[in-house]
């Protein structure tokens, strides 16, 4: 098993993918990541559509290539979209009593553990908040109100490759020891 540091380090946005279909098990396996995700009182706000017929994932495609942006996605051969669904009883009550929101926490720990995952089975990953809600609706025929969370483009990198180096805070800069 690769070291879970490792993995995080490897994980990287992909924006250039090959023509290789994603095998259905693989996707399986990122919806049981993202499953066992942990979640305010277990509440588990999440529903995912996984796209991965040939007639409609391009049209997924289109619909995240919004406002002239993410024109990388045009030939991903999957893409896994996260509905957030209402919280029950427990998280709305603890929201009542300490003003938080969870579920954005909760949706955003499971789209991190699906994309390692898909790292550990060498599959590239892009997470998407920038898409055309209203046209995903239709096209996935989901009700009128359904709140989105983000898309995930999954795929197989172009070329496999050293992950680029991240761009991130210093560890002083975002953390410290009392
Ligand atoms: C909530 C969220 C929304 C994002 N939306 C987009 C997007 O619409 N298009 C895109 O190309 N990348 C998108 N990204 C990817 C980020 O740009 C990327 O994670 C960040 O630059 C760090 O790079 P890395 O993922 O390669 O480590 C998004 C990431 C997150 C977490």
């Not at 098990?25 to 995700?37: C, G």
């Not at 300490?98 to 994309?115: C, I, M, P, R």
């Not at 070329?159 to 953390?175: C, F, V, Y």
Request: proline fraction near 6%; include cysteine.
């Amino acid at each position: 098993m690769a070291d879970f540091f490792e993995l995080v380090a490897q994980r990287e946005s992909c924006r250039k993918y090959s023509d290789r279909p994603v095998e259905r098990e693989k996707l399986v396996k990122l919806i049981e990541a993202a499953r066992l995700t942990p979640s305010a009182c277990n509440s588990q706000p999440w529903k995912f559509v996984v796209v991965d017929d040939p007639q409609i994932v391009p049209e997924v495609a289109k619909t995240v290539q919004h406002f002239g942006v993410n024109e990388y996605f045009a030939n991903v051969k999957s893409f896994i979209v996260i509905l957030e669904e209402h919280a029950t009883l427990m998280p709305k009550v603890a929201c009542f009593l300490d003003s938080q929101y969870w579920a954005k926490g909760d949706l955003g720990a499971a789209t991190y553990g699906l994309t390692l995952e898909a790292a550990s089975l060498g599959l590239g990953t892009c997470i998407i908040g920038l898409f055309d809600r209203p046209k995903l609706i239709q096209l996935l025929d989901l009700p009128k109100g359904q709140r989105f969370f983000l898309v995930v483009a999954v795929g197989y990198p172009e070329t496999e490759k050293e992950a680029r180096p991240k761009q991130r805070k210093s560890l002083e800069a975002i953390a410290r020891f009392v």
